[in-house]
């Protein structure tokens, strides 16, 4: 538990329930937020947070489209900005682009309005890149308080949170990804990778980039699909449909 406690508390100082449940991707104290279908199922999302990145997003795009998987991108709108291009290559190859803040504070302890205009100037950032705002959102460092997800949800934002951490941000290896994923997985999960760094553009994600590679292959040859999160979300609402097919 304790080791669980360390890896989740990101930003440090974790010491009471109340902290570690603001911080913990599953926890669910401070309101629900989505992190993935009922174990066993065969469905895997994979998402990729704080690009768009010159190269490794395009890089691990090619990635994607060898194995036809679609993914879900968390979207820093600070990097949106600089590179819309590759905002659009993301969205054109059929993937979803979500909200990851505009320049990525631990909003736990942002004041209610500066919550508020992080969430808006990345919407406008992606709306101006891709046409359209995102409907999903991701905080940074998985960091939330009720406040954080009442204000996503009247700007029209589903807080989407995830159960597997690939601990890609600090791996020495591709292999150290794939373990901790490995790890982690049971069945309906959705996978924590980086296709960025938050604190500038150009963080090295070739590990990453790599091990999605490795895991796609492997996890297919078991038999589990990989799903957007709109397609995962809509089939935790229709579990009926999901249990039989
Ligand atoms: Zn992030």
Redesign the pocket.
Known sequence: MLGYLIGAGIAGGVASAAGYQSMAPTGQWYGKTFTGLERGSKSMALTY??GPNDPHTLRLLEVLARHEVRATF?M?GRYVEQRPDIVREVVRAGHCAGN?TFS?PLLIFQPEMEIRSQLERCERALADAVGEPAHLF?P??GGRRPAVLRIARELGLEPVMWNVTGYDWSAPSVEHIERKVAGQVRGGDVVLL?DGG?LAMGADRSRTVTASDRLIARYKAEGREFVTIPEMVQRAERPQLSAVS
């Open positions: 947070d704080d968390f820093i990851h990525h991701r940074p460092f980086h938050h």
